[in-house]
Structures are given as C-alpha cells and as structure tokens.
C-alpha cells in the first residue's frame, strides 16, 4: 500500500485495526 492513499482509505484501515484489536481483547477476555 503506498503513502499517498487518499484519506478516507487510510481512515478505513485504521478503524479495520481498531476493530480487530478490540476482538483480540474481547476474545482473551472470555477465555479466562
């Protein structure tokens, strides 16, 4: 992926790792 994406992509991959982040949080959370 190159640096110059246009704002609204860069936006959507963000909130894509927030997303799985969150998940990653949601499943350790119910495997204690």
Do not use: C, G
Not at 11 to 30: C, P, S, W
């Amino acid at each position: 992926m190159t640096e110059s994406a246009n704002p609204v992509d860069r936006l959507k991959t963000r909130l894509v790792f927030k997303n799985i982040d969150h998940i990653q949080e949601h499943l350790e959370a119910m495997q204690r």
